[in-house]
């Protein structure tokens, strides 16, 4: 079983900051990709932030300049900075983990269950 759990997520004013975690947990050999989508109401969910195990990251258009990501990779952890929030930021922010447990042979993608971030004065 592998566990992926958010936390972090809240309320903050337009131009403030959040950092939000995520730790993948469980029997787990290995992962690739680590990083997070975010759902807003009536929307698709979209890519914020992603990053490889060699450390190759990939950012959506509209976080660029403004969010960071990184990884902590002994500890199955990975951290979004987000700076300079707007009110269209908000949404329901998800944590992806591309594992291989130690009992498959391939990797399989794990979802946390989401942490809510609200922009908003």
């Known amino acids: 079983q592998v566990q992926v759990v958010e936390s972090g997520g809240g309320v903050v004013q337009p131009g403030g900051s959040l950092r939000l975690s995520c730790v993948a947990s469980g029997s787990i050999s290995s992962i690739n990709v680590m990083g997070w989508y975010r759902q807003a109401p009536g929307k698709e969910r979209e890519l914020v932030a992603v990053?490889?195990?060699?450390?190759?990251?990939n950012y959506g258009d509209s976080v660029k300049g403004r969010f960071s990501i990184s990884r902590d990779y002994a500890k199955n952890t990975v951290y979004l900075q987000m700076n300079g929030l707007k009110p269209e930021d908000t949404a329901v922010y998800y944590c992806?983990?591309?594992?291989?447990?130690?009992?498959?042979?391939?990797?399989?993608?794990?979802w946390g269950q989401g942490t809510q971030v609200t922009v908003s004065s």
């Open positions: 992806n983990a591309d594992v291989r447990p130690y009992d498959r042979v391939y990797m399989y993608k794990y």
């Open positions: 990053e490889t195990r060699v450390g190759t990251t």
